[in-house]
Structures are given as C-alpha cells and as structure tokens.
C-alpha cells in the first residue's frame, strides 16, 4: 500500500465518525449555529485556553463548546 492509498485509506476511516455527529446535530440540535458537531481541535483548543494566563479572569464559568444555538430569531 503506498503513501496515497494509505491517505485515502485513513481519511475514510475518520468520515466513518463524523457522519453520526452530523446526524446527531441535524436531528436534535437544528438551530445550530455552525451545524456539525465540534471538532477534536476546538475542543483541544478550549483545554489550552482554560489552562493559560489568559484564562485568569475566567472564574465559575461553565464553558460549552457546541458552537452557539440560536433558540429564536427577532
């Protein structure tokens, strides 16, 4: 199996995980604002933040990364 095949091979395997957050948003969470679920990164991303310095005025909150719900629009 060279390189390319491989590639294909791998990036198959990681759409088989993102298909069922898809799903799961469409059906349960419509009024998303980004419509998918969130990434492995943007989650890493919060981690990184919550444990930096500039996280230090950041006190009791309760921190979601779902990329916003917008219930009505006025």
């Known amino acids: 199996m060279g390189w390319p095949s491989a590639w294909r091979a791998r990036s198959h395997r ?3 995980w993102k298909r ?3 799903d799961f948003v469409k059906a349960h969470r419509p009024s998303s604002i980004i419509r998918r679920a969130a990434t ?3 989650v890493a991303n919060l981690c990184v933040y919550i444990a930096s310095p500039q996280a230090s ?4 909150a309760a921190l979601r990364v779902d990329g916003g719900v917008v219930d009505t629009i006025a």
């Open 20 to 22: 069922p957050g898809a």
């Open 57 to 60: 005025a950041t006190t009791g």
């Open 14 to 16: 990681a759409n088989r």
């Open 40 to 42: 492995v990164g943007e």
